[in-house]
């Protein structure tokens, strides 16, 4: 069983940063993509980001291009999302997803098997 463990959200003021983590229960294949989403206070779950796994190609939703960076670590298994220059709108659960599909067309939260347990984010203005 796929299991995908978050850490580093919290509380920070408008115009801060944090950095968030998300280690794979399973070794993640070249072949695969890890992503992350966020659920934003009532409402649905939204993509972030990607990363394809096999050379670090990676994507961005529009709100969060220029501010926002995915990376990994492949030797320890990792996938990060360091968040600079926070907004209230950033406010939200995020989640790491593993996508087994690789480098979909399109990225509907519906679509993904693989979900960790999500971390807050709070940014106050």
């Known amino acids: 069983q796929v299991q995908l463990h978050e850490s580093g959200g919290g509380s920070v003021q408008a115009g801060e940063s944090l950095r968030l983590s998300c280690e794979p229960s399973v070794r993640v294949a070249t072949a695969y993509a890890m992503e992350w989403f966020r659920r934003p206070p009532g409402k649905e779950r939204e993509f972030v980001a990607r990363?394809?796994?096999?050379?670090?190609?990676?994507d961005y939703a529009d709100s969060v291009k220029g501010r926002f960076t995915i990376s990994k670590d492949n030797d320890k298994n990792m996938v990060y999302l360091q968040m600079n220059t926070l907004k209230s709108e950033d406010t939200g659960v995020y989640y790491c997803?593993?996508?087994?599909?690789?480098?979909?067309?399109?990225?509907?939260?519906?679509?993904?098997?693989?979900w960790g347990q999500g971390t807050q984010v709070t940014v106050s203005s």
């Open positions: 997803a593993l996508d087994p599909m690789g480098w979909r067309s399109a990225q509907e939260a519906r679509d993904y098997n693989y």
């Open positions: 990363i394809r796994w096999r050379d670090g190609t990676t």
